[in-house]
């Protein structure tokens, strides 16, 4: 079982006319990693994926951020799309 610590919401759009809440940045502590979930899109493009030349020895998913150690993570692009996720009130699904 997942337990994830979440930051801020929006709401998915699901089929069918159904919504669904969520956070906005989240943090995970997986069994072998540590999950950064950034639900947040910068010029049409979710920032994870965005910046993820930027981000380090980082595994990087559509708005997941994965890593074995904080020392494989560059906090400076951290902080950036943190950043950019506390601006935003709304997610496009």
């Given at each position: 079982?997942?337990?994830?610590?979440?930051?801020?919401?929006?709401?998915?759009?699901?089929?069918?006319?159904?919504?669904?809440?969520?956070?906005?940045?989240?943090?995970?502590?997986?069994?072998?990693?540590?999950?950064?979930?950034?639900?947040?899109?910068?010029?049409?493009?979710?920032?994870?994926?965005?910046?993820?030349?930027?981000?380090?020895?980082?595994?990087v998913g559509k708005s997941s951020i994965s890593f074995?150690?904080?020392?494989?993570?560059?906090?400076?692009?951290?902080?950036?799309?943190?950043?950019?996720?506390?601006?935003?009130?709304?997610?496009?699904?």
């Amino acid at each position: 079982e997942q337990e994830i610590i979440g930051y801020g919401d929006y709401t998915i759009n699901l089929s069918r006319g159904k919504k669904s809440e969520w956070f906005m940045v989240g943090l995970a502590i997986q069994k072998n990693y540590i999950s950064i979930y950034v639900n947040a899109v910068e010029d049409g493009q979710y920032v994870a994926e965005k910046y993820r030349s930027k981000l380090g020895k980082v595994k990087v998913g559509k708005s997941s951020i994965s890593f074995k150690r904080l020392d494989d993570l560059d906090m400076d692009t951290l902080k950036k799309v943190v950043s950019i996720a506390r601006g935003q009130s709304n997610i496009p699904s």
